[in-house]
């Protein structure tokens, strides 16, 4: 990942995108290129396997931004969500069902 | 993060959750994540970076289990975006503004 | 209202579109355009009226149809809706703050 | 709609909010809501009418806002884009299908 890392930033510097790449602008980004891979499931399951790919790298090249921009190690944000949603969700309450943890 | 992978994969074994996690059903919960995350710039850029920084995680999260679930390598799929980014966003038409591709 | 109703109606049948307007289809639509019209301000607050009024109509379009589908009627839910806003935001602890009802 | 039109912005005015809704922010709460609407959706097809009916009378709700806020008449921009739409999708080649328009 850091490779990935490395080439995004020099990605952005080449077009000194640094500006645009607010949070609040990425957290909007976020939410556009996701509605973009939801519109592969508009009408249905079925989807394109290539373009679907796309719409989630782009969701996950925003969030790298992101995670830079508020200078957020990802790893370590995901360890400590999951820490989270285990207590949220312990397995005896939550095994095969999809109930939300506030509907419990 | 194939430590996170992992633990993410045991998370979802656990709880009997393969059968919700679709990729229609993700590609929907990763939206959802996404306008959790942009909530917190609703009415502006300022923002509590604890709160941000867990809503990132949780689409970062339903990311990786939608990459899984359509048996996809995420260092791939980036890169392989990535190199169509650079095609279109050249750097002498990018530079310093951000124009969607098609208005170029 | 009423003619427009009508017109959307016709719009759908002469399609046979009804079939993929479930509410299910009609929310994920919802949250597509949304982001449409999101996409408009990206980087930014400026905008092109004519392109903004155009997403926003779509948004419009299809909140009519998923009301439809679900058998709503628009002006009573929005009513109703306010009445709770009015309990959960009331004037002197909202007054000119943006305080979700969940932090007063 | 008159008189929800006038409700609302009583609403508003009341409660100081004027200042916040913005085209930007209201461009971004039409999407927050619009997930939330969504999220009733996010593993299925099931629904609770009562807490559909919620959600997207908070998208119309913001969708109104934004209309008043650029000054758009909400019955006109919707018939604007329904004759745009009926050009894009032709009764003969749309009929039956929910193809989009880019791929006729």
């Not at 373009?51 to 995901?78: G, H, R, T």
Request: hydrophobic content about 40%.
């Amino acid at each position: 990942m850091d490779e990935i890392f490395d080439k995004l930033i020099r990605f952005q510097v080449e077009r000194d995108w640094k500006k645009f790449h607010t949070p609040e602008n990425l957290a909007k980004s976020i939410s556009i290129e996701a509605a973009e891979l939801l519109e592969h499931f508009q009408w249905g399951k079925d989807y394109n396997l290539e373009d679907v790919s796309e719409e989630l790298a782009d969701v996950l090249i925003y969030c790298i931004y992101m995670a830079n921009s508020l200078d957020l190690d990802i790893k370590e944000i995901i360890l400590d969500k999951m820490e989270k949603n285990a207590i949220k969700y312990p397995v005896d309450k939550s095994k095969g069902n999809a109930t939300k943890y506030t509907e419990f």
